[in-house]
């Protein structure tokens, strides 16, 4: 498996999962931009990593809930690596906080589906044009998407469920173009999204129901993006695939 010359956009690129992802592609050989939104230390350390083993990236501040942006971050990457976008992977996006049915307001419900499905759009609407020779596009949705989530995630859930929808949706409208469309949905995966959100003991148990009795690692999660924007896998698309350890089945 190889991605030698292609070009590849990951938002939320610079950290944990994203970080992962953005150095797994950049050492099969990909040119890679890495986006950050806030915080350009961890941007310039992922960037260091790739550096180190001699691949290709830029990094790219960006907002993806904005279009313009999104634009800017497509137009970034063509002026570094040539007129096209070969890949897309979707990272950005987050729980934020869990709350309640009685404690979510409107502005805790835009900003969910903001971060979680708004980025997703704005990033493929903005990157698909540049897809001319076809492409692959991996979104992350979620596990909480199959079965609603822990407590207080109902609009993370909820938002990842969107995700999961348009990725289905878009394997439909852009088939024809001969990009392909595909989702992941992990389960309990060992990052900081964890650490802030999750209650340690929660985190023990759930590993230790897990039918290989513990928390994923991000660089696995990596290895199946790499997988879906490779030729080793040009006849799947629309698929929404869980990584989870065996801990939920679809």
Known sequence: MELKGKVVIVTGGARDIGREVSV???KLGAKVCVNYFDNKEDADETLKLIK???GEAIIAQGDMTKLADAERLVAETCAAFGDRVDGLVNVAGGLVARKTLEEIDENF???LFDVN????LFAMKAAVPKMTNGGSIV????QAARDGGGPGASLYASSKGAVA???RSMAK???PKNIRVNALCPGMIATSFHDRFTKPEVREKVAASTPLRREGKPEEVADLVAYLLSDDSTFITG???DINGGLYFS
Do not use: C, D, R
């Open 117 to 120: 499905f708004k980025t997703m």
């Open 24 to 26: 797994k592609l950049a």
């Open 165 to 167: 929808t348009f990725t």
């Open 139 to 142: 979104n992350f949705s979620s």
């Open 52 to 54: 180190e083993f001699g």
């Open 239 to 241: 698929a929404n695939i």
């Open 109 to 111: 419900y835009q900003f």
């Open 173 to 175: 409208e852009l088939g």
